[in-house]
């Protein structure tokens, strides 16, 4: 059973443009949701990453919303540039040092 | 210097074979993680560890097997058992809820 769902698979977004990936969950428990960024051949980086408590982060080009009652969360990157191009993981928790429970990835690529 | 390195970054496999891939860490933190990528599935938890001397299946343990004798170290070894095991391996360490991961290291069967 997947605990979070990610969507689109892949994303084609015009330089300049508004790319947006969207995630949602089952766990109730989960409390803090990281997106994860990852180039070819790399390991996932974390990018940002917000808890319940607030319904927005910002930072930089980076915004997660997150609409607690639908329990969905969403990535929006601004003002996309081509290296952006990589595959982006949401992922959820719950406290303490449980595993990170991840979505299977969103491939975006940023044309110009 | 702190981080997470994996060892090697190449690995290659005969039929049969055990592999034990390497994991290092020196964050100081207590969790480790172990986790497999194919193309199109995501991140697949395989083993977790939350302190030294314990550790726990994940998802797809079967073929599998991990040690932690060290709070720095945290092995995998991929068994002759595991029928499928080319994939790119991923390494995690967390503090809290914050994870951070190794390069990981890419196994070839041959």
């Known amino acids: 059973q997947q605990q979070v769902k990610q969507s689109p698979q892949s994303l084609i977004v015009q330089k300049g443009g508004i790319s947006i990936i969207n995630c949602a969950y089952e766990n109730t428990a989960f409390d803090y949701f990281p997106w994860y960024q990852q180039f070819p051949g790399k390991g996932p980086a974390l990018l940002i990453a917000i808890r319940p408590d607030v319904s927005e982060k910002k930072e930089g080009r980076f915004t997660i919303s997150f609409n607690k009652s639908a329990k969905q969360f969403s990535l929006h990157i601004m003002d996309s540039q081509p290296g952006d191009s990589a595959t982006y993981f949401c992922a959820a928790i719950s406290s303490g040092n449980t595993p990170l429970v991840f979505g299977k990835g969103t491939r975006l690529s940023v044309i110009a | 210097d702190g981080g997470i390195t994996q060892s090697p970054k190449y690995l290659f496999r005969k039929e049969g074979q055990n592999v034990t891939l390497s994991c290092e860490q020196n964050?100081?933190?207590?969790?480790m993680y172990w986790y497999r990528q194919d193309p199109g599935q995501g991140l697949r938890l395989i083993y977790y560890?939350?302190?030294?001397?314990?550790?726990q299946k994940g998802d797809i343990a079967e073929g599998y097997s991990v040690s932690r004798e060290k709070k720095e170290s945290f092995p995998l070894t991929v068994t002759s058992a595991q029928k499928n095991p080319t994939a790119f391996y991923l390494c995690?360490?967390?503090?809290?809820?914050?994870?951070?991961f190794g390069q990981g290291t890419r196994l070839t069967v041959v």
């Open positions: 560890s939350q302190i030294v001397n314990d550790f």
């Open positions: 964050l100081n933190h207590d969790a």
């Open positions: 995690a360490s967390s503090l809290y809820s914050e994870a951070f």
